[in-house]
């Protein structure tokens, strides 16, 4: 699992069978200081309650689906949590 | 699996069922001689792991849910092990 950050929302009328009902959310994953690396990545939200702005944990893969109501859908990034506080330990700052 | 390092934990309270109840740890990855890999992954702890210790990393979901023995969880990433010493080349007997 890795840290982003949601950066909007994706509407889509169309989907394939199982999407229905599923919220999709642009992230930006971060390294561990919070700062973005990599692309952008559209995922489902798992956990009903991420919005635009918030720091979240996603899972990437098969894994992804797993978390869906229905876990036979093609999510392959899906929100699983939304963090509170990431605690870096004392002379681990990078 | 993958070595890495524990350099934090990650607190949630709003988050998928399956996650309940569990330790999340920042684990930097390593490589073999202990130096950043670059990278990092954030495990469910099942060892008890603790800051700065250099940890053994699952990241495959089939094992995962097999050592978690929960069937259908969205998690893939464990931490399995406190690893005590890394021995480069040949294995000293």
Do not use: W
Request: with cysteine; aromatic share 2%.
């Amino acid at each position: 699992m890795q840290l982003a950050r949601v950066i909007g929302t994706v509407v889509a009328t169309v989907k394939a069978p199982g999407l229905e009902g599923v919220k999709l959310l642009v992230i930006q994953p971060l390294d561990r200081s919070l700062k973005p690396t990599g692309g952008q990545l559209v995922a489902a939200d798992a956990v009903h309650m991420a919005g635009p702005g918030e720091l979240v944990y996603f899972v990437a893969a098969r894994e992804a689906a797993q978390a869906m109501p229905d876990p036979f859908v093609p999510v392959d990034h899906a929100i699983v949590g939304i963090v509170d506080a990431v605690s870096a330990l004392a002379g681990n700052e990078q | 699996m993958k070595l890495g390092r524990v350099v934090g934990t990650v607190v949630s309270t709003i988050n998928a069922p399956d996650f309940d109840n569990r330790t999340l740890l920042l684990c930097d990855l390593l490589d073999p001689s202990g130096r950043p890999a670059g990278g990092y992954l954030i495990a469910v702890d099942t060892v008890g792991a603790g800051a700065g210790e250099t940890v053994l990393i699952l990241d495959e979901g089939n094992s995962a849910r097999q050592v978690l023995n929960a069937p259908g969880a969205p998690i893939r990433t464990l931490v399995v092990g406190i690893v005590d010493a890394v021995v480069e080349g040949p294995a000293a007997v």
